[in-house]
């Protein structure tokens, strides 16, 4: 039996007429994720939460090769994110309408073992992070120009806070291209706290907030979300907000 839980709270947010997130937390299987939809009127609330269906049958179809050795977490993350990408560009082909949605996704999966690992997979900007003693460590990075930008030390990061093109994603599902997802893992202490959000979380609040909140929390997953959620809601809530805390049991 998994001993990490997860919380979660999606918000429309203050400005935005729909909400075009969707999370989902599945305890008995380590498993959690948060998608942020984009493209047209219905397109991103279409593709997250067709994202977020998906993943949820092919896990647990699927779980026991995992569970047997038969294949790896990384493996395992892979594949569901592969039949995520299909499932969004097959509806798409179907409904000429939601041509061109697609949605960002990051997932969590902790094989439980004597030794746990946090194994990330994520496509876009939603985001994971690690608090561990205070301190609050990123565990993706952004597929964005922006970061394209950073890493050739095209921009610093104060300009690219503000620059015009700091939300245009380099790769999401329902993209035509290949999909390849980017993956992490890393060891997981008892007291550890794990975040997955959206960026509606990350452009109302800095890293260092995130933090604050998270140290705040006093290692509990619920408070922790509540917090987070209620304070970018108070910094202005420009767009749907969603958070999964995830905490040892």
Known sequence: MNSWVGIGRSEIGLVRATNQDAFITIDPLGLWAVADGMGGHAGGEVAAQLAIASIKAHAELSIDTLRQGQ????????????????????????????????????????????????????????????????????LTRDHTLIEKYLARGILTEKTARTHPERHVLTKALGMSAPMSPSLSSSPLE????????????????????????????????????????????????????????????
């Not at 977490?73 to 939601?98: D, K, M, W, Y």
């Not at 998270?214 to 958070?243: F, Q, W, Y």
Request: glycine residues 8%; hydrophobic residues 40%; charged residues 25%.
């Open 190 to 249: 008892k007291e550890d706290l794990l975040l997955l959000c959206s960026d509606g979380l990350t452009k109302m609040l800095e890293d260092d907030d995130i933090r604050d909140i998270m140290r705040d929390a006093k290692g509990d997953p619920i408070r922790a979300c509540d917090h987070l959620i209620d304070a970018s809601l108070e910094r202005g809530g420009t767009d749907n907000v969603t958070v999964v805390v995830i905490g040892h049991t």
């Open 71 to 138: 294949t790896t977490s990384p493996q395992f993350l892979t594949e569901l994110i592969v039949q995520a990408h299909l499932a969004i560009l097959g509806r798409a082909q179907l409904e000429p309408a939601l041509k061109g949605m697609g949605t960002t996704l990051v997932m969590l999966l902790i094989h439980s073992s004597d030794t746990p690992e946090a194994h990330v997979a994520h496509v876009g900007d939603s985001r994971a992070y690690r608090f561990r003693s205070g301190a609050l460590t990123l």
